[in-house]
Each structure stands twice: as C-alpha cells, then as structure tokens.
C-alpha cells in the first residue's frame, strides 16, 4: 500500500476510502490517483503541520469555499485525528469571523448532524 493510501486511509477511515474505491470508474481513477498521491501522499505527509493542525486548516477552507460534503468528511476526520469537539466548535466559530456568519452557520449544522452520527454529542431533539 502507498504512503498516500495508508495516510488516507489513518484519516478518512477504511469504510469511506472503499466506498470512494469502489465507486471509482475508468473515468475517475486517474482523479483518485492523483488525490491519494498529492493530497494524502505528498500533502498530508508534509513535517511542517501535525494532522491535528492540518485538519484545523482543512475545516476552515471548506468552510471558506463551501464545501460542506467535504466538510462532513473532514468533521469526521478531525476526530480521528484528535480533535475534541469544543476545538471543532472553536474552528468553526473562528471561521464565523474570517469567513461570514452563514457560511458558519451552515457548517454548525453539517458538524452538528456529523457528530451526533458518530455519537459524540447528543441530538437536539
């Protein structure tokens, strides 16, 4: 296994990367290659940042670009790679400021629904 797949395998978890293999056709399979070479292989295996730190920057971003399909994977993520829930809470308010209220807003309501998923905090309701 490469680096790249053992990296994105540690944070994505088993489940999720198979289900990304398994959904993979001839026209995909050179976009996951490059994503577990760059992102996961050459990125995320950087010195510079912990994976703590790099999942920080990675929810901000997601935030900041509305991706929030992503955002649910990298709430995920976070966890895995050791973040608590108050500092998930913290980036997420720090992104209210940097990147407007709504985006934040939605992001709440992504990690919300996430971490009541994983079982982490409890449903509202």
């Not at 680096?3 to 198979?18: F, K, N, P, Q, Y």
């Not at 490059?34 to 997601?62: H, K, M, N, Q």
Request: hydrophobic residues 45%.
């Amino acid at each position: 296994m490469s680096e790249g797949m053992r990296v994105r395998r540690e944070v994505l978890g088993d489940a999720h990367v198979d289900r990304a293999q398994a959904r993979t056709t001839e026209f995909t399979a050179d976009f996951q290659d490059f994503i577990t070479r760059y992102a996961w292989g050459e990125i995320w295996t950087r010195p510079g940042l912990d994976r703590r730190t790099r999942s920080c920057v990675t929810l901000t971003a997601l935030v900041a670009r509305g991706h929030l399909d992503e955002l649910a994977m990298h709430v995920r993520a976070a966890l895995r790679n050791g973040l608590t829930v108050d500092e998930i809470k913290e980036v997420l308010l720090q992104t209210a400021v940097y990147c407007g209220v709504p985006a934040a807003n939605s992001a709440f309501a992504v990690a919300q629904r996430v971490l009541v998923e994983e079982g982490v905090v409890a449903d509202s309701e």
